[in-house]
């Protein structure tokens, strides 16, 4: 039984900056990457940023040197530092992480989410 929990979301003005963690538990099997992606009000779920097993990131051109993935190996953890935020940045964040069984078999497990509002 996997089971992921984002924290961290809130409200916070434009500028201003917010860090979301996401704990996981439960076996996922050969962990190939991990992150974050967002849906907007009335917008589908986009990929923000990710790190995969070997330490390189992803961003989404909107984030890139505002945001910054990282992965606290020691513990089921990954985290979302967000800084100058933007009202254009307010959505529900996911944490996602992606596994595999068997390669070319991807499995992605999924939170319920934590919302992020950005105030004007």
């Known amino acids: 039984q996997v089971q992921l929990v984002e924290s961290g979301g809130g409200l916070v003005q434009a500028g201003g900056s917010l860090e979301l963690a996401c704990e996981f538990s439960g076996n996922i099997p050969n962990i190939v990457a991990m992150g974050w992606y967002r849906q907007a009000p009335g917008g589908q779920r986009e990929p923000v940023a990710t790190?995969?097993?070997?330490?390189?990131?992803d961003y989404a051109d909107s984030v890139k040197g505002r945001f910054t993935v990282s992965r606290g190996y020691a513990r089921n953890l990954v985290y979302l530092q967000m800084n100058s935020l933007k009202p254009e940045d307010t959505a529900l964040y996911y944490c996602?992480?992606?596994?595999?069984?068997?390669?070319?078999?991807?499995?992605?497990?999924w939170g319920q989410g934590t919302q992020v509002t950005v105030s004007s």
């Open positions: 996602n992480v992606r596994g595999y069984t068997n390669p070319g078999i991807w499995d992605d497990y």
């Open positions: 790190v995969s097993s070997g330490g390189g990131t």
